[in-house]
């Protein structure tokens, strides 16, 4: 088993910061890609940013340049940091985390999500 687990959201104000964790635990082998989605109330989930086993990172267009994904390789932990945030950017936030479990099979977990309110 493979368990994600969240921290970091919050309420902050437009032009504020926030800094999202993501850490893995469990029967991990390899990772091989972690992930950033996000959904707002009504609206489909997302995904906001990407960073491979390299440290390849893939932004999507409304967050370009305001939010960084990084990831600390020793802790099985992925970052999320946000700036310049905006309303917009308001929802719940889940990472997603890909690789190889000790027994040598693929997975892919979830985080519990982690609500970001972006107050105007």
């Known amino acids: 088993q493979v368990q994600l687990v969240e921290s970091g959201g919050g309420l902050v104000q437009a032009g504020g910061s926030l800094r999202l964790s993501c850490a893995a635990s469990?029967?991990?082998?390899?990772?091989?890609?972690m992930d950033w989605y996000r959904q707002a109330a009504g609206k489909q989930r997302e995904l906001v940013a990407s960073?491979?086993?390299?440290?390849?990172?893939n932004y999507a267009d409304p967050v370009k340049g305001r939010i960084t994904i990084s990831r600390d390789n020793a802790k099985n932990t992925v970052y999320l940091q946000m700036n310049s945030l905006k309303p917009e950017d308001t929802g719940v936030y889940y990472c997603?985390?890909?690789?190889?479990?000790?027994?040598?099979?693929?997975?892919?977990?979830w985080g519990q999500g982690i609500q970001v309110t972006v107050s105007s």
């Open positions: 997603y985390i890909r690789g190889t479990t000790t027994w040598k099979t693929d997975f892919g977990s």
């Open positions: 469990g029967s991990i082998f390899s990772i091989n890609g």
């Open positions: 960073i491979t086993s390299g440290g390849s990172t």
